[in-house]
């Protein structure tokens, strides 16, 4: 099983351009995560879905959103790139909430620059 | 209300000798807590959780930890460090919160180097 895959791996955008960065779990969980991480400051939710059709904020939710039409994909989109939003993006599964007793499944992330 | 504090940012040992990385955690009801590893440019794995059974988890690669209440701790341990352990290490605290969802907390990590 390919788990959680991340594209692309690595990408600078301008300020002021979009993106969608794309996450696809093949295990059927219900749950899905993003997450950033800078350095130092351990990882941020940003967005999170319990299942196909439901979306909510994380922690650190604006200037991004995301959408979750079906079990496997849960993209995030970028509208107008800030410098604030380099980071390295994690996006992660779960069987249950909150982690349940299985843990997150992650990605291997995303490094975006924003210039 | 949660938290979770790893208390070195880095921690040196040489390989062949024991390694201790050290995490205090503070929730409201029972959590769960877990330890993640990520290597340089690559994905946290799960090493370990603890969830309400024995005390003392043991996880992959010769890696445990010890959940004690008492001292709001769960302290990640290895007998001997390996050069492949070398990476950065997150202790996650997961508890209910007020409104009956799950929060999760990341440590901010703990870098960890090992000496041949």
């Known amino acids: 099983n390919a788990g959680v895959t991340q594209t692309p791996k690595f990408r600078i955008l301008k300020i002021g351009q979009s993106m969608t960065l794309q996450c696809t779990q093949d295990m059927n969980h219900n749950y899905m995560y993003w997450y950033r991480q800078d350095p130092g400051m351990g990882l941020k939710l940003i967005y999170y879905?319990?299942?196909?059709?439901?979306?909510d904020k994380g922690e650190v939710p604006n200037g991004y959103n995301v959408s979750r039409s079906t079990t496997e994909d849960f993209p995030l989109r970028l509208e107008l790139a800030a410098p604030s939003q380099t980071s390295v993006y994690f996006c992660?599964?779960?069987?249950?909430?909150?982690?349940?007793?299985?843990?997150?499944?992650f990605g291997s992330g995303t490094r975006l620059t924003v210039v | 209300a949660q938290s979770v504090t790893q208390l070195d940012s880095h921690v040196s040992v040489s390989e062949g000798t024991p390694v201790l990385l050290r995490c205090n955690y503070s929730s409201s009801y029972s959590p769960s807590l877990f330890w993640y590893v990520q290597h340089p440019n690559k994905g946290l794995q799960l090493l370990l959780k603890y969830t309400s059974a024995a005390t003392l988890v043991k996880g992959i690669n010769g890696f445990e930890a010890e959940f004690k209440k008492s001292e709001t701790s769960f302290h990640l341990t290895k007998p001997s460090a390996h050069m492949s352990d070398a990476a950065e290490y997150f202790c996650v605290v997961s508890d209910r919160g007020y409104t009956g969802g799950f929060k999760t907390i990341f440590g901010a990590g703990t870098r960890l180097f090992v000496k041949a």
């Open positions: 992660a599964s779960s069987v249950g909430g909150g982690q349940g007793n299985y843990g997150y499944t």
């Open positions: 879905s319990v299942g196909a059709g439901i979306t």
